[in-house]
T-cell receptor, first 120, second 113 residues
């Protein structure tokens, strides 16, 4: 299988605080992980691509200084929402690419269970 | 034009029927296509993927790809109430920024008893 975990699953915080979300690949090493955000009734929106040992690549419109990504090992990527505000309340989901193919177009993303963030 | 388009539904089918979910995409350079299922409040789970034109079967699921027409579909045979979920079509697009998925907005499927 391909198991990806996230922690915490739920977080409630006060406006202005920072929140760290962890994403782990449990049974494989992932050089590339992705962070998505999903608002109610909407689809997944890619926020950034997290590459082990290098800086993350952010999608257009995503503030890199607000959403800090660290991919320090082949099994762990973290997303820190700095100075969170109510509009940051959302469902944050990470995914990881399970290696095993030489064809980049056949790479498959496996998703973590998600972290629901509520900023009061 | 959206990069990946799906009918939002809801699509209602009776239990035991075939559910047909469709998806169109705009980038002719897209190479691979994925179907994910997402239950309410949960993260997406992979159902299947397809790279080549034609049909690909996996249990009760069949993915169909037509690159010339730029559409991909998912058929669910013998639909069960547990299949009720939102089905997300995702297209793999390789850009200078790397290999990433673009998702459609999803089609909500309701399988009725």
């Amino acid at each position: 299988g391909a198991v990806v975990s996230q922690h915490p699953s739920w977080v409630i915080c006060k406006s202005g605080t920072s929140v760290k979300i962890e994403c782990r690949s449990l049974d494989f090493q992932a050089t590339t992980m992705f962070w998505y955000r999903q608002f109610p009734k909407q689809s997944l929106m890619l926020m950034a691509t997290s590459n082990e040992g290098s800086k993350a690549t952010y999608e257009q419109g995503v503030e890199k200084d607000k959403f800090l990504i660290n991919h320090a090992s082949l099994t762990l990527s973290t997303l820190t929402v700095t100075s969170a505000h109510p509009e940051d309340s959302s469902f944050y989901i990470c995914s990881a690419i399970k290696p095993g193919t030489t064809n980049i177009y056949q790479e498959t993303q496996y998703f973590g269970p998600g972290t629901r963030l509520l900023v009061l | 034009q959206k990069e990946v388009e799906q009918n939002s539904g809801p699509l209602s089918v009776p239990e035991g029927a075939i559910a047909s979910l469709n998806c169109t995409y705009s980038d002719r350079g897209s190479q691979s296509f994925f179907w994910y299922r997402q239950y309410s409040g949960k993260s997406p789970e992979l159902i299947m993927f397809i790279y080549s034109n034609g049909d690909k079967e996996d249990g009760r699921f069949t993915a169909q790809l037509n690159k010339a027409s730029q559409y991909v579909s998912l058929l669910i045979r013998d639909s069960q109430p547990s299949d009720s979920a939102t089905y997300l079509c995702a297209v793999n697009i390789f850009t200078g920024g790397g290999n990433k998925l673009t998702f459609g907005t999803g089609t909500q499927l309701k399988v009725e008893l």
